[in-house]
């Protein structure tokens, strides 16, 4: 059997850093730890008052403390920090939890560790919000123990650990595209940057290539009369074929947004196999799909049908 602690130590040597550092910071070490600083009588008289008595009896039954499930004020106005221990606790990604409604206020203390004067006054009714939800859960329990308090945050800190790979992923195959476009038009290039390509084509006419979020490159020639859009690139660098189709249909929201904006040529780039019959249907918009992993390969005629079309879109010579 083949042992795969011997093929990715460099990845469980950062998993379990991260962790340690989640633990300590969000998870029972820091509630722990704050606890130890208070009077324990402030922490039950706050609890007595903003809790339903049936939720701290349920908790008390099997012999834990009501704080473990309830923030209260006192918690958070002495380590913001625990804030992050009740969103994983309750499965709120960073993402779902910050932007909704009034919480992305709140980002300070868990990113920060801090709680600013203009919004210390709402902290209660932020508790208030979540103790809501943690009486929701604590009803749905029908055993409660630190290790499945323990593991109910693991599990979002695992989405989180996926997501925040994912991302990176993404920015990776932005990042093979830069370097791709950027050796392709190097020769006609008079101004760079991580954002912005600027070129001078052959018909001495200035074409801006932006690396921007929605799309993910817009490539544009400056005109006399004004801005010529020549065409929108969506990149997708993900490689979970299970997911690749709702992927596509970002793209196609992407893709409709740079339609509107006069761009008649949209392409898409994957890095996920797909079916190109089905990848159509998804987005309908896009004019043509290239897969990551054969632009960015010189020996592919994938590589070099991208270059020359390109090429001929931008009005440079690919042969250079």
Excluded at 62 to 81: A, K, M
Excluded at 108 to 122: F, Y
Excluded at 227 to 234: D, L, Q, T, Y
Aim: proline residues 3%; positive net charge; glycine residues 6%.
């Amino acid at each position: 059997m083949t042992d795969f602690t011997v093929l990715l130590p460099d990845l469980q040597i950062a998993f379990y850093h991260r962790l340690r550092d989640i633990e300590n910071r969000y998870l029972g070490e820091a509630l722990k730890n704050t606890i130890s600083r208070l009077d324990i009588s402030i922490i039950d008289a706050e609890l007595a008052r903003l809790v339903k008595a049936s939720g701290l009896r349920k908790v008390a039954s099997f012999g834990l403390r009501g704080e473990l499930f309830f923030p209260v004020p006192c918690l958070l106005n002495t380590n913001p920090f625990l804030l992050g221990y009740y969103r994983l606790l309750f499965g709120f990604s960073q993402k779902d939890f910050y932007n909704q409604g009034p919480f992305g206020r709140f980002n300070v203390l868990e990113e920060r560790g801090e709680l600013p004067d203009k919004i210390s006054g709402l902290v209660e009714p932020l508790c208030k919000s979540l103790i809501a939800t943690a009486e929701i859960l604590i009803d749905g329990l029908d055993i409660i123990s630190p290790r499945i308090i323990h593991s109910l945050q693991i599990i979002t800190f695992g989405a989180f650990l996926r997501g925040s790979y994912l991302n990176k992923k993404g920015q990776r195959a932005v990042k093979n595209i830069y370097e791709l476009i950027f050796s392709i038009v190097k020769n006609y290039i008079i101004n760079s940057s991580l954002r912005l390509i600027t070129i001078k084509n052959d018909s001495e006419r200035i074409v801006h290539i932006d690396f921007m979020n929605d799309p993910d490159i817009k490539i544009q020639s400056i005109l006399s009369s004004g801005i010529n859009p020549i065409v929108a690139i969506e990149i997708k660098g993900g490689t979970d074929v299970s997911n690749v189709y709702n992927r596509l249909g970002e793209s196609e929201k992407s893709h409709r947004t740079a339609r509107s904006l006069g761009f008649a040529e949209c392409w898409t780039i994957v890095n996920a196999k797909l079916d190109l019959d089905k990848a159509r249907q998804k987005s309908p918009s896009t004019t043509k799909f290239f897969y990551l992993y054969k632009i960015i390969d010189e020996s592919t005629k994938e590589h070099w049908s991208f270059k020359d079309q390109l090429c001929a879109l931008i009005g440079i010579k690919s042969n250079l």
